[in-house]
């Protein structure tokens, strides 16, 4: 399988910034 670089790095920097909007959330509730 060939992985599409540029398409993984946006996905995991959207995924990151949701993921620390997430912990946010968790930790103040």
Do not use: E, G, K
């Not at 920097?13 to 103040?28: A, G, K, P």
């Amino acid at each position: 399988m060939q992985v599409n670089l540029p398409a993984v790095t946006q996905n995991w920097l959207s995924n990151s910034l949701h993921t620390r909007v997430n912990i946010r959330r968790i930790i103040l509730f």
